[in-house]
T-cell receptor, first 115, second 114 residues
Framework: AQTVTQSQPEMSVQEAETVTLSCTYD???????LFWYKQPPSRQMILVIR??????QNATENRFSVNFQKAAKSFSLKISDSQLGDAAMYFC????????????FGQGTILTVHP | DAGVIQSPRHEVTEMGQEVTLRCKPI?????LFWYRQTMMRGLELLIY????????DSGMPEDRFSAKMPNASFSTLKIQPSEPRDSAVYFC????????????FGNGTRLTVT
């Protein structure tokens, strides 16, 4: 079974600075998808970014980028130019490529942004 | 696109009562998921439907939990009888049929059983 580990329960960053959230996963599969979801106090789960395992190029979405290290099974999220609205719980998630869509989530990292 | 719609947003009930949570997936999405989020266990998949048919209900904790999807635009998750340990946030999510499409989550229902 796949597992996802987020070793940082909490992180903080100053507004306009850069922060990196860590995620590691364990799988024997070669084809899969990785995701970062954001959960603000409103409780909604918002997709931030996703990465296909077969792609070597790291995904980017505006101020959000990932560092995907397939051999190390690592999938970190970098937030550049942090904004107050980035404060939320961030979840890393794994999905097998051939699966119907079941996501395995990490425990989450609470990100605080200081003005 | 209205997104995935869940109701109610909050539900408070007494132990032993029946609780019904509702979900309207995004139009055109043919896969629907119910997840539960707790502090202790994080986010867990309860059940998954594809084209209105339950495919995997191995995550349903016990027989007190049941889920239905009578048509493509509506699903319910029922707990009968409810217990305090069922208190959690319950999310519904949907996605289109293509394998590389991500899940779209609703805003969740916060259930409190006293």
């Amino acid at each position: 079974a796949q597992t996802v580990t987020q070793s940082q329960p909490e992180m903080s960053v100053q507004e306009a600075e850069t922060v990196t959230l860590s995620c590691t996963y364990d799988t024997s599969e070669s084809d899969y998808y990785l995701f970062w979801y954001k959960q603000p106090p409103s409780r909604q789960m918002i997709l931030v970014i996703r990465q296909e395992a077969y792609k070597q190029q790291n995904a980017t979405e505006n101020r959000f980028s990932v560092n995907f290290q397939k051999a190390a099974k690592s999938f970190s999220l970098k937030i550049s130019d942090s904004q107050l609205g980035d404060a939320a719980m961030y979840f890393c998630a794994y999905r097998s490529a051939g699966s119907y869509g079941k996501l395995t989530f990490g425990q989450g990292t609470i990100l605080t942004v200081h003005p | 696109d209205a997104g995935v719609i869940q109701s109610p947003r909050h539900e408070v009930t007494e132990m032993g009562q029946e609780v019904t949570l509702r979900c309207k997936p995004i139009s055109g999405h043919n896969s629907l998921f119910w997840y539960r989020q707790t502090m202790m266990r994080g986010l867990e998949l309860l059940i998954y439907f594809n084209n209105n048919v339950p495919i995997d209900d191995s995550g349903m904790p016990e027989d007190r939990f049941s889920a239905k999807m009578p048509n493509a635009s509506f699903s319910t998750l029922k707990i009968q009888p409810s217990e305090p340990r069922d208190s959690a946030v319950y999310f519904c999510a949907s996605r289109p049929g293509s394998y590389n499409s991500p899940l779209h989550f609703g805003n969740g229902t916060r259930l409190t059983v006293t």
